[in-house]
């Protein structure tokens, strides 16, 4: 058994609020090759190697889609609405939360200070957009 803390969001959308992506993935890496039996995360339900591993794919798809849609120009809420979102993340629970990584991408994309936080008081009215949205398309969660 791994105690993964906040390290692992399993089957919600995760919010990284300081460090980088990278180091995130590389720490679920790490729990992956230790091929625990159960991982207890720090948000959701008990967890798998397979839910872990889930959890760290959302979060390279995520940085892929983040930075092709910075190099274009786009903001984060332009990405989080007009982006295809895979089917399976739009059923874990709060996927708005996407707007809250893709800040926190835009800092790592600009090369902003990793331990500084994003602000959420400046993303409520984007959060709220992005999560109607979002729940416009949803389908039926789990």
Do not use: K, Q
């Not at 990278?22 to 992956?32: G, H, K, M, T």
């Not at 959701?44 to 390279?60: F, I, K, N, Q």
């Amino acid at each position: 058994m791994v105690c993964a803390g906040d390290i692992l969001f399993n089957r919600c959308t995760p919010i990284g609020w300081e460090g980088t992506t990278e180091n995130w993935c590389d720490a679920l890496r790490l729990i992956e090759d230790l091929r625990p039996d159960i991982v207890v995360p720090g948000h959701g339900p008990l967890a798998t190697p397979a839910d872990v591993r889930a959890a760290r794919r959302y979060l390279e798809w995520l940085t892929e889609l983040a930075f092709a849609g910075f190099e274009r120009g786009m903001t984060p809420v332009e990405v989080a609405t007009t982006s295809e979102i895979p089917e399976e993340y739009l059923t874990w629970t709060e996927p708005e939360r996407i707007l809250l990584m893709l800040h926190r991408l835009l800092r790592e994309y600009e090369g902003g200070d990793p331990m500084t936080s994003p602000s959420i008081m400046g993303a409520l009215d984007e959060l709220l957009v992005v999560r109607r949205h979002l729940e416009a398309r949803a389908p039926t969660r789990r």
